[in-house]
Structures are given as C-alpha cells and as structure tokens.
C-alpha cells in the first residue's frame, strides 16, 4: 500500500509521455531527460544512456524496456510492470481510434499532408537527439572512430544494426581489459622503480 502514490506517479508519468510523443523510443529522450531528471530526478543522464543502450540491444520497443528499467528502479517489479502499462495505455487507445477511421481519411488531401508534415518534425526529432545522443557518448578519439567505423558500416555497407551493436559491446570489453592490462603494467613498473629508488 505504500508503494501506492508512487505507482500512480509512474502510471500517470509515462502516460503523460506516451500521449504527446511521436517518432518512438528515440525522439522520446529528450522528454524522458525533462521530466524523469530535471523535474523528478529519478534517474541520472547517465542511466538514462545505459537504459537506452541496453533497450537497443535486447528485443523490444526502446520506449517501454526505457518505462520497464525506470519503473523498476523506482518500485521494483511491480513499478516497472505500471510504468510500462503507463507507456503502452495511451498508444493503444490511440491507435484502436485511429484503425477505426482511418479507411474513412486515408485518402482525403488534408490528411496526406498532416502525415507528411509529421514525418518532417519526427525527422527533426531524431536528427536532434542523435546530436545530444552523441555530445554525451563520445568522449574520447576511441569513441568518434567507433561512430565513424558504426556509420559507415550501417549506412554504406548495409550491415544490420544488430551486427554492429554486438560488435560494439565486443569492442568495449575487449577495450576495457586492454585498457586494465596496460594501467597493471604500469603500476606495476611503478613499483619496480621505486624499490630500485630505495635500494
């Protein structure tokens, strides 16, 4: 009972997001950070990339495994089965209004172009949170290279993007303990050195 208000919180929170958020998982982010971290405080930015990253790589809608972890973290199973519920509710309503009308709209003009110019401002969305995406993730030369390599691969090669995700985390395991190996060596050369000192 006591979880209560803090379940509700997160039911009325992701379906406040999910009503007024249009081009998915990834145009979602920039309102996930206003309200989840700057208004609430929930999560970290940080946590907020891990969600992301890991709801890329495992099977699902980016937007609800992003509600599931978050809901988790602030009730346990039960708070990321509401937020997910709370993320999921509005779409279905919307999209059952929709699928009952839409062979009644399809075709007129003014409905075309109301399509069209969402698919313009979705296309805004995206370009704009990839930019932000990237601004917080690539920290280092490493990082520009693994974008550059990820790129050109996805958008020039066709490679899947499963493909490169997989082979990204590969890399960064691979990176880490070459990176833990060579900070041991050093320590431990910096050790020798100061017994040779002292000797």
Request: proline residues 3%.
């Amino acid at each position: 009972m006591k979880k209560m208000p803090m379940l509700l919180e997160l039911f009325l929170s992701f379906a406040k997001i999910g009503v007024v958020t249009f081009g998915g998982g990834m145009a979602m982010m920039p309102m996930l950070q206003r309200d989840l971290i700057e208004k609430k405080h929930w999560i970290s930015e940080d946590e907020l990339l891990d969600y992301y990253a890991i709801g890329q790589s495992t099977p699902g809608i980016i937007a609800i495994n992003v509600s599931t972890f978050v809901g988790f973290k602030r009730a346990g199973i039960f708070g990321g089965i509401v937020a997910t519920l709370g993320m999921v509710f509005p779409s279905l309503v919307i999209i059952s209004l929709i699928a009952t009308f839409i062979d009644s709209v399809d075709h007129l003009l003014w409905a075309q172009k109301a399509l069209k110019g969402i698919n313009v401002s979705v296309a805004a969305l995206l370009t704009s949170v990839v930019l932000q995406f990237s601004k917080k993730t690539v920290k280092s030369f490493v990082g520009f290279l693994c974008l550059a390599v990820s790129f050109a691969a996805i958008f020039f090669f066709h490679i899947p993007s499963y493909v490169m995700i997989v082979a990204g985390a590969l890399f960064g395991i691979v990176f880490y303990a070459a990176s833990q190996k060579k900070n041991l060596e050093r320590a431990q050369s910096g050790e020798q050195k100061s017994d040779g000192d002292v000797q």
